[in-house]
């Protein structure tokens, strides 16, 4: 069992930055590949970032691309999407999530714990 916790969203004017962080629990999260998702009001949840268990391959969505980093500190079992030049487009609700395998996928079917996510908001 892994339990997730996202955290660091909030309400940004279009251009600025957030660091979203989500903290993990359990011993074993370097076996897991991480990923994050957003979901936007009356949008089906899409993937954003992901990556291996050990960040030796890191994958993003095209339309983040640039613009959001993803990384990983598996000595504190959190992972952070760091995002720069928001655009109104990106306001969502952002979660995080874990899959027991190597490499990472960009499918939710893919994954099998979540968190509850946090509310990124970008005005114009």
């Known amino acids: 069992q892994v339990l997730l916790v996202e955290s660091g969203g909030g309400l940004v004017q279009t251009g600025g930055s957030l660091r979203l962080s989500c903290a993990a629990s359990g011993r074993t999260f370097n076996s897991y590949h991480m990923g994050w998702f957003r979901q936007a009001p009356g949008k089906e949840r899409e993937f954003v970032a992901a990556?291996?268990?050990?960040?030796?391959?890191?994958g993003y969505a095209d339309s983040v691309k640039g613009r959001f980093t993803f990384s990983r500190d598996n000595a504190k079992n959190t992972i952070y999407l760091q995002m720069d030049s928001l655009k109104p487009e990106d306001t969502a609700v952002y979660f995080c999530?874990?899959?027991?395998?190597?490499?990472?996928?960009?499918?939710?079917?893919?994954?099998?714990?979540w968190g509850r996510g946090t509310q990124v908001t970008v005005s114009s």
């Open positions: 990556t291996s268990t050990n960040s030796d391959y890191t």
């Open positions: 999530a874990a899959g027991r395998s190597y490499y990472y996928t960009t499918s939710e079917g893919g994954y099998d714990y």
